[in-house]
């Protein structure tokens, strides 16, 4: 089993949809988790930090659920511009990296 | 505008070639970083260099010789590449190695190996 594992998609969504992607990790031990986001030939850049009570900027909102080692990704109301690769990342004492999932949004 | 720069950003080299990779960081950071990343595969961390002094060597390859003569500055020497080694190779950067905070990306290195 991956240490961290993503759908990789992609996801075609019409723009204006709410959209959510999950990450499934396998250390239950991990301390801290992230999601980044990749743009096309970019690299990569931190769009949030996930807290255990959830925390929310703008239209992201990120979740942690523990007891199934899960964190999650939601954007409501899309944008062109949310089109990209969204990585998850998971704190073991090292950053471990999922291989990100995908996103596309359609006018 | 990105505070890690990274050149240069597209090499090409053949198996018996020596290149280096070169990445600067702007940011008053400790810690930086050298990543592989791979299409449709997650990044690989392959060094960590905190306050000049290398913590992590990822059981890389020794065709990758790293060097940091300073905080600012970390290179990627490169020689007798194979072309599986051909991805893109990222620099980082951050406050201290082992933080929680923010990695900062520069722009990457795509390298092809013939």
């Known amino acids: 089993r991956k240490e961290v594992e993503q759908d990789p998609g992609p996801f075609n969504v019409p723009e204006g949809a709410t959209v959510a992607f999950n990450c499934t990790y396998s250390n239950s031990a991990s301390q801290s988790f992230f999601w980044y986001r990749q743009d096309c030939r970019k690299e990569p850049k931190l769009l949030m930090s996930v807290y255990s009570s959830g925390n929310e900027d703008g239209r992201f909102t990120a979740q942690l659920n523990r007891a199934s080692q899960y964190i999650s990704l939601l954007i409501r109301d899309s944008k062109l511009s949310d089109s990209a690769t969204y990585l998850c990342?998971?704190?073991?004492?090292?950053?471990?990296w999922g291989a990100g999932t995908k996103l596309i949004i359609k006018p | 505008e990105t505070g890690v720069t990274q050149t240069p950003r597209h090499l090409v080299m053949g198996m018996t070639n020596k290149k280096s990779l070169k990445c600067e960081q702007h940011l008053g950071h400790n810690a930086m970083y050298w990543y592989k990343q791979s299409a449709k595969k997650p990044l690989e961390l392959m060094f960590v260099y905190n306050f000049k002094e290398q913590t992590e060597n990822n059981s890389v390859p020794s065709r990758f010789s790293p060097e940091c003569p300073n905080s600012s500055h970390l290179f990627l020497h490169l020689h007798t590449l194979q072309p599986e080694d051909s991805a893109l190779y990222l620099c980082?950067?951050?406050?201290?190695?082992?933080?929680?905070?923010?990695?900062?990306f520069g722009e990457g290195s795509r390298l092809t190996v013939l």
């Open positions: 980082a950067s951050s406050q201290e190695a082992g933080d929680t905070g923010e990695l900062f």
């Open positions: 990342v998971v704190n073991n004492y090292q950053l471990i």
